[in-house]
């Protein structure tokens, strides 16, 4: 069921349609940037670098020569794209997750490791984990077991640390071409040089326009699939949390595929970022100049 919604068969999906590749090839640059994703994409690399930024040192005696088993399966699968040791991503934090559970035991381990395997809601929040019935039971618990060894790093995550791939905590302000002024906590150009976009929001461009737009429409202007604009969701109000949620999770029953375990929070964030600036009509459609140019 994931198997076949999963990003990582978005990529023979894509190729096996004939109109899509009619798409992607009007875009040199997202073609380019399919390509290079298609060869570096193979999950564990793709896992370990979701796991540089998600697992720092906090709590745990971690050292790189000497992993635990359980942080090493972690970063295998892709728990990374969706957690991080001490800060919220989609679901909570890891040592958040070992304060909630500690002192209880075997019983922990039994619960959460079902939880993993079956993915489900309702215990932090709305969002639903994405099932995990590959991972097999001596896995999860493997890892289970090490979420449940982290120590609670004595601050709150949510003080400790600001979402890695989240706001800057900065204001930008700009002005459209009607002369409308926007502010945004990101920089959507180059400093001292509006007219080039920041190499966040270029990327972002171009992971849309190889990923996104087969039912978001090229440069987001809406598309197939009942799939919606996503400039007028933003513009309606959804946050950056909701959109990670919503690419991490997917809504399978609905057509939107699950992204966990093909991109990272960052690159969802530099996703956001390029659909965010079209949303407010700092970039047109089409390839925005960059420092690239
Ligand atoms: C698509 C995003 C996503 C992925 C991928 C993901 N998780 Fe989660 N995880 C969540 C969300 C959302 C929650 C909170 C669910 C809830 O509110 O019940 C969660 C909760 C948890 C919990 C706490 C469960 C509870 O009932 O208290 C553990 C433990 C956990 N995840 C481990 C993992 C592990 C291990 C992996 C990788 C094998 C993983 N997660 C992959 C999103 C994800
Ligand atoms: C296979 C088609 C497909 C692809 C590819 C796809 N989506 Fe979606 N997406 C959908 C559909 C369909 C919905 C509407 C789901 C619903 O009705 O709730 C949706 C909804 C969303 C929403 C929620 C919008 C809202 O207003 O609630 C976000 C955010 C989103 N997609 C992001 C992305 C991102 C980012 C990518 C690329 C990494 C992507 N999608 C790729 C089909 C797709």
């Given at each position: 069921?994931?198997a076949?919604?999963t990003g990582?068969n978005?990529?023979?999906k894509?190729?096996?349609?004939?109109?899509?590749i009619?798409?992607?090839?009007?875009f040199c640059?997202?073609?380019?940037?399919m390509?290079?994703l298609?060869?570096?994409?193979s999950?564990?690399?793709?896992?370990?670098?979701?796991?540089?930024?998600g697992?720092?040192s906090?709590?745990s005696?971690?050292?790189?020569n000497?992993?635990?088993a359980?942080?090493?399966?972690a970063?295998?699968?892709?728990?990374?794209?969706?957690?991080?040791?001490?800060?919220?991503?989609?679901?909570?934090?890891?040592d958040?997750v070992?304060?909630?559970?500690?002192?209880?035991?075997?019983a922990?381990?039994?619960?959460?490791a079902?939880k993993?395997?079956?993915?489900?809601?309702?215990?932090?929040g709305?969002v639903?984990?994405t099932?995990?019935?590959?991972?097999?039971?001596?896995r999860a618990?493997?890892?289970?077991?090490w979420?449940l060894?982290?120590?609670?790093?004595?601050?709150?995550?949510?003080?400790?640390?600001?979402?890695?791939?989240?706001?800057s905590?900065?204001?930008y302000?700009?002005k459209t071409p009607?002369?409308t002024?926007?502010?945004?906590?990101?920089?959507?150009f180059?400093?001292?040089?509006q007219?080039?976009v920041?190499?966040?929001v270029?990327?972002?461009?171009?992971q849309?326009?190889a990923?996104c737009?087969?039912?978001?429409?090229?440069?987001?202007?809406?598309?197939?699939?009942?799939?919606?604009?996503?400039?007028h969701?933003?513009?309606?109000?959804?946050?950056?949390q909701?959109?990670?949620?919503?690419?991490m999770?997917?809504?399978e029953?609905?057509?939107m595929?699950?992204?966990?375990?093909f991109f990272?929070?960052?690159q969802?964030?530099d996703?956001?970022?390029?659909?965010?600036?079209?949303?407010?009509?700092?970039?047109?459609?089409?390839r925005?100049p960059?420092g690239?140019?």
């Amino acid at each position: 069921m994931k198997a076949s919604m999963t990003g990582r068969n978005g990529i023979p999906k894509m190729r096996n349609h004939a109109w899509t590749i009619v798409a992607v090839g009007a875009f040199c640059s997202a073609c380019t940037a399919m390509v290079a994703l298609a060869l570096a994409i193979s999950p564990p690399s793709r896992a370990a670098g979701t796991a540089a930024s998600g697992a720092p040192s906090s709590g745990s005696s971690t050292n790189s020569n000497h992993e635990p088993a359980g942080l090493k399966d972690a970063k295998a699968s892709d728990c990374f794209a969706c957690h991080a040791i001490d800060h919220k991503v989609v679901g909570p934090a890891y040592d958040e997750v070992a304060k909630r559970y500690a002192g209880q035991g075997d019983a922990a381990v039994d619960k959460l490791a079902k939880k993993v395997i079956e993915g489900g809601s309702g215990d932090w929040g709305s969002v639903a984990m994405t099932p995990h019935a590959d991972l097999g039971e001596a896995r999860a618990r493997t890892i289970v077991e090490w979420i449940l060894s982290l120590k609670p790093s004595g601050v709150s995550s949510a003080a400790a640390k600001p979402a890695a791939a989240g706001p800057s905590g900065k204001t930008y302000t700009y002005k459209t071409p009607d002369g409308t002024g926007v502010k945004l906590d990101f920089a959507v150009f180059l400093p001292g040089q509006q007219e080039k976009v920041s190499d966040e929001v270029f990327t972002g461009y171009e992971q849309f326009n190889a990923y996104c737009n087969r039912c978001h429409g090229d440069d987001a202007v809406g598309g197939a699939y009942a799939a919606p604009d996503l400039r007028h969701s933003l513009s309606g109000g959804m946050t950056y949390q909701q959109f990670i949620d919503t690419a991490m999770a997917g809504r399978e029953a609905k057509g939107m595929p699950s992204w966990a375990g093909f991109f990272t929070p960052e690159q969802i964030r530099d996703i956001y970022e390029y659909v965010k600036a079209r949303s407010v009509g700092l970039v047109p459609a089409g390839r925005p100049p960059s420092g690239q140019d």
